[in-house]
């Protein structure tokens, strides 16, 4: 059974398609997940909307949805994403913590009403099935897929994932700030052994110092992070636009220095777990 991801877009905080950005891509976090004949969607970042022409081209008729939260980077694209709007779909669409807010479709609706945006979630004509649950939470899409669930440290909340197929698994963990010295023993507890972890690196250690209470975390606190839990591989993720091509280039020789499990995530880059 194939289980593969697939980025579409692995920014943080906006969107910057800038030529300064052309290596590592500058569309804000979406990522497909193929697992087995299940696809499954983390975030609705701005790379949703290329995901979308992909998965119409492929005729996809079914996907699930997992927000990590939804502040703007994670769902902006949302409203762009083309396969909503054709009809004869269905996508499942989870988040947690939004249950005191009226629940993940009160909220998606919102960013589409007016008047920041001409056109409502009710225009969508495939069938969109909200589920929300708590962070903690395991649950299965289809037989094959087990689903893991940590809440993390981050303004309004965020969802760590991690996703199980094939004797293989695969770790979601973003946007989380950790505590300096103190591995965060809740995303150990996720991460343990797997195959790979794709991490909230937007800042360095030491631009980290006066990012304090910002919600993320750092590709050296994402290092140790995966050593300590026997992970395989780490997919430094969330690049702050900030970080331009060179900077995001020297972090990843950096990174190769200090562990070789270590790479930075590239808009196109699909990594096949199994
Ligand atoms: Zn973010
Ligand atoms: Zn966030």
Same mark, same amino acid.
């Given at each position: ?5 697939? %980025? ?18 500058? *569309? ?10 299940? /696809?499954? +969607? ?32 994670? !769902? *902006?694209?949302?409203?762009? &994403? ?8 269905? &996508? ?10 009226? @629940? ?12 920041? %945006? ?20 395991? &649950?299965? #899409? ?20 991690? #996703? ?20 965060? /023993?809740? !995303?150990?507890? #996720?991460?343990? @052994? ?20 910002? @919600?993320?975390?750092?590709? /050296? ?14 997919? +430094? &993720? ?8 060179? %900077? ?22 699909? +990594? /096949?777990?199994?």
């Amino acid at each position: 059974m194939v289980f593969a991801v697939e %980025f579409w877009g692995v920014r943080g905080s906006i969107a910057c398609p800038s030529p300064r950005h052309v290596v590592y891509g500058g *569309n804000t976090s979406c990522l497909e997940v193929t697992a087995g004949d299940h /696809q499954i +969607i983390l975030d609705a970042g701005t790379g949703i909307r290329d995901l979308g022409e992909s998965l119409l081209k492929r005729d996809v008729r079914h996907a699930h949805l997992l927000l990590t939260h939804v502040h703007w980077d994670h !769902i *902006n694209g949302f409203p762009f &994403f083309g396969p909503a709007y054709a009809g004869n779909r269905t &996508f499942e669409i989870r988040a947690a913590h939004l249950a005191p807010l009226g @629940g993940v479709r009160e909220v998606l609706a919102g960013q589409m009403g007016q008047p920041t %945006f001409p056109v409502p979630l009710e225009t969508m004509r495939s069938k969109l099935v909200f589920e929300d649950f708590m962070a903690g939470d395991t &649950f299965f #899409l289809g037989p094959d897929v087990r689903v893991r669930t940590v809440g993390l440290n981050h303004p309004n909340g965020a969802t760590g994932y991690r #996703l199980e197929c094939s004797g293989k698994s695969l770790c979601y963990v973003t946007d989380t700030e950790h505590l300096p010295g103190k591995p965060d /023993q809740k !995303i150990l507890g #996720l991460i343990e @052994g797997a195959d790979l972890v794709i991490y909230d690196c937007t800042y360095t250690d030491d631009e980290f110092v006066s990012k304090v209470g910002w @919600g993320h975390s750092t590709w /050296q606190e994402a290092v140790r992070l995966c050593r300590a839990g026997n992970v395989r591989q780490l997919a +430094i &993720f969330h690049h702050d636009p900030a970080h331009e091509d060179p %900077f995001m280039a020297d972090v990843e020789r950096q990174a190769r220095a200090m562990w070789e499990g270590a790479f930075v995530a590239r808009e196109g880059m699909r +990594i /096949q777990l199994a």
